[in-house]
């Protein structure tokens, strides 16, 4: 994949087969990577302000996009319903592998990244074919399995915010892989502590916390794994402030990647059913995501997460203004507040009823009243997924 790239965004790695200046595009005599900071230097005291890359001869472990490099122009290239044969498969591949490489870990194996990258390639093409199926059916949580989807989850929510942002599908390949592997460092915590049913004690939340500290020796023992793969686990739990661990980064010290990570990290922790907590809804979590701005987080990134999830999640649940619940089965990109609602609960009467797929869009005398939590009320939406 050829792509352009802001000539201030380019690295050494990076494979240059043509260059861009106001005049316009220039052939490079003899194509290859940028192996030097004088070879960047170069091309910039030239005047040149884009670099066109070959993605698939690049080494990506320096490249960190822009903020800047964003297109929020998206369609969706497949039907939610045949999308979502292969999320259920791709979502079950990813337990299936997950489930092996936390036991290795247990076991004090290496891991081997071949096979995460390769489930990273089939999560990729699945979101930018259509996002709401894989957030569809990953939204389906067990209390008991909490590190392994969490780690789902943060993968695919990542993937997807880096779509909307317009990454490449090289980029979003090293966010899924970091993803998939940003909490390694947990298989190192005691398991008491980590599944305690209720409040932690001051000292076992420090304990906690030391699992980014565990997770570095772990991460640089991957041969292979990229640069942005490796910050989505060590600087997830960085915050602007400086308030963070392990290092304590403040404001540009957090890459962009940083960024995105500690905002995806804590939405599903909030929405997440846990041994200790119910989940939240999609819209109080917003309300504490938000409280932590500017200071913690992203203010202006946190907007773009909640733009690209919408206000009502795919997979979450709500209630309609007729009485009904249902699940939020598709989105609709150009009204945020106008999905379309699987129904098949009824509030009023406290019992299910016939399923009906509702698309807002068209019935404009029905709105959402309010986000429910996947418990509220005791209904089980798992059936109708």
Not at 171 to 195: E, F, P, S
Not at 201 to 208: K, L, P, Q, W
Not at 265 to 280: G, H, M, N, S, W
Request: charged share 25%; hydrophobic share 40%; aromatic share 6%.
């Amino acid at each position: 994949m050829i792509q352009a790239v802001k000539v201030e965004d380019i690295c050494q790695g990076l494979f240059v087969v043509e260059l861009e200046n106001a005049k316009g595009r220039l052939r490079v005599n003899h194509p290859g990577r940028i192996h030097t900071e004088k070879q960047i230097s170069q091309i910039r005291a030239n005047g040149i302000k884009v670099v066109w890359v070959d993605f698939n001869q690049s080494d990506l472990k320096n490249y960190i996009p822009s903020i800047n490099q964003f297109n929020t122009k998206l369609l969706k290239t497949t039907s939610f319903e045949v999308e979502l044969k292969r999320a259920e498969s791709i979502v079950t591949q990813s337990k299936d592998l997950l489930s092996k490489t936390i036991d290795n870990l247990y076991q004090g194996k290496n891991i081997d990244v071949r096979p995460v990258a390769e489930l990273s390639d089939n999560i990729v093409c699945s979101i930018l074919s259509n996002p709401d199926a894989i957030q569809c059916v990953s939204a389906i949580r067990n209390k008991d399995t909490y590190l392994l989807e969490h780690s789902l989850n943060v993968a695919f929510l990542l993937v997807n915010f880096g779509r909307y942002l317009g990454f490449n599908k090289h980029i979003l390949k090293q966010l899924a892989i970091g993803g998939l592997l940003h909490d390694v460092g947990k298989t190192q915590i005691d398991d008491d502590i980590l599944h305690k049913p209720g409040r932690l004690t001051d000292e076992e939340f420090e304990h906690i916390k030391q699992h980014q500290t565990l997770s570095e020796p772990i991460i640089a023992s991957i041969p292979g794994l990229s640069e942005m793969s490796r910050q989505v686990s060590l600087l997830h739990h960085e915050k602007l402030n400086g308030s963070g661990y392990p290092k304590g980064l403040t404001g540009d010290e957090i890459s962009l990647v940083g960024r995105m990570s500690a905002i995806v990290d804590i939405y599903d922790a909030l929405t997440a059913v846990r041994c200790y907590k119910e989940p939240l809804s999609p819209a109080a979590a917003f309300k504490i995501l938000r409280s932590m701005t500017p200071h913690q987080l992203d203010g202006d990134l946190l907007d773009k997460f909640i733009w690209n999830i919408g206000v009502y999640p795919v997979g979450s649940l709500v209630e309609l203004s007729d009485g009904r619940a249902g699940i939020v089965w598709e989105s609709n990109e150009s009204s945020l507040l106008q999905p379309i609602i699987k129904c098949f609960y009824s509030m009023r009467y406290k019992r299910y009823i016939e399923v009906d797929v509702v698309n807002l869009a068209k019935h404009k005398e029905l709105v959402i009243e309010r986000g429910l939590s996947l418990n509220a009320e005791n209904i089980d939406p798992t059936p109708y997924r």
